[in-house]
């Protein structure tokens, strides 16, 4: 079985991601870990995800809590996961990285230590987005010289990084496919999940492409099945389009 270890473990990402995990026959919780401080430390993580005992210890120990685990589970922020990104790669455990808001710097230490280790990095784990994507390129390729184009993203007032990684996502991907570069006009309202929409519309005819998310368990099932892709895999920097065997 793999052995998964979700990093800010009791956050709303963390929890979700750890009720997929504890329903999958092919995966299982092996380590918690939270940030210093957190008041779910030295609690057993079942109780804190409202299920049995399991034997897990919330601890902020990175070190602690990436021994022994095979993968890594991180939706956090830009700064814990590079920490941990090195840990994981002197430890040679695996990584999905679902955080969003990481500058250059960043994503290309990303890209070093996936010359190690093996490692899924995608501003979004959702299937139906991942697909977006792929619909997106292919409808930029054949109307981005003859139709305006635009991208409106929504989420959640919480959410700390404006636009949103997928947003910039399909900006990159219309950038490559149409060579336009098109405006992201973000907004927050509410507890919205997740809704990304790009528009290609001339004076005859206007096309809309959109996802919405409608829960956090579709991201957290795209991590646990990212997370099972990487089982055997060779070092490298792989995508969701990988795990999804879109390439």
């Known amino acids: 079985m793999l ?5 800010g473990a009791c956050g709303k990402m963390g929890r979700r991601i750890a009720e997929v995990s504890l329903k999958d026959p092919e995966a299982g919780i092996s380590a918690a870990l939270e940030e210093v401080g957190s008041p779910e430390t030295g609690k057993d993580y079942g109780s804190v995800i409202g299920a049995e005992d399991l034997g897990i210890t919330v601890t902020p120990d990175a070190e602690k809590a990436i021994d022994g685990i095979d993968c890594l589970i991180e939706f ?21 990285i679902g955080t969003t808001g990481l500058d250059p710097d960043g994503e290309e230490k990303i890209r070093e230590a ?12 959702a299937v ?3 697909l977006l994507f792929s619909i997106v390129r292919e409808a930029a390729r054949v109307l981005g010289h003859d139709f305006g184009m635009k991208i409106d993203e929504t ?3 919480h959410k700390k990084d404006s636009p949103s990684g997928t947003a910039r996502m399909i900006a990159r991907v219309v950038a490559e496919a149409s060579g336009v570069d098109v405006p992201i006009e973000a907004f927050r309202k509410g507890e919205v999940i997740g809704n990304h929409r790009i528009v290609f519309e001339n004076e005859y005819e206007r096309l809309e492409i959109r996802h919405d998310a409608k829960s956090r368990d579709v991201f957290a099932a795209g991590a646990v099945k990212a997370a099972k892709f990487l089982v055997g895999k060779e070092p490298g ?3 969701m389009a990988d795990v999804l065997g879109l390439k």
């Open 128 to 130: 139906g987005v991942n």
């Open 155 to 157: 989420h959640h007032v």
């Open 114 to 125: 996936s010359r190690a280790i093996p490692v899924v990095f995608s501003p979004n784990m």
């Open 237 to 239: 920097l792989y995508s």
């Open 3 to 7: 052995r998964i270890g979700i990093s």
């Open 76 to 96: 956090t922020f830009p700064g814990p996961t590079l920490e941990h990104l090195d840990i994981c790669r002197e430890k040679g455990v695996s990584m999905v």
